[in-house]
């Protein structure tokens, strides 16, 4: 069973970067595709950035432009580097397939913007 675990977020302030990394303990190389997802206090979970096998990407319109979602499978990672942050940010960003997969979500990583 694959297992996710998020790292790399933290404190940042506007306009900032950070760059997030998601460490897969077995093979993606069979998932079709992969998101970033985030959730804020009170808010629902939505998809932020998905990648699939073919390098194709997806991102939701509130951080087009300034988020990047790569795939290395051979290193079983995901990453998400974000710029230009902005307070509305804020969130716990987890990883997991697209579509999702309820037993794989993990804790996440707490990413905060603010000055």
């Known amino acids: 069973q694959v297992r996710l675990v998020e790292s790399g977020g933290g404190l940042v302030q506007p306009g900032g970067s950070l760059k997030l990394s998601c460490a897969a303990s077995?093979?993606?190389?069979?998932?079709?595709?992969m998101g970033w997802y985030r959730q804020a206090p009170g808010k629902q979970r939505e998809l932020v950035a998905r990648?699939?096998?073919?390098?194709?990407?997806y991102y939701a319109d509130s951080v087009k432009g300034r988020f990047t979602i790569s795939r290395d499978n051979a290193n079983n990672t995901v990453y998400l580097q974000m710029n230009s942050l902005k307070p509305e940010d804020t969130a716990v960003y987890y990883c997991?397939?697209?579509?999702?997969?309820?037993?794989?979500w993990g804790q996440g990583t707490q990413v905060t913007v603010s000055s």
């Open positions: 997991n397939r697209f579509p999702s997969l309820g037993g794989l």
């Open positions: 077995g093979s993606i190389s069979g998932i079709y595709a």
């Open positions: 990648i699939y096998n073919s390098g194709t990407t």
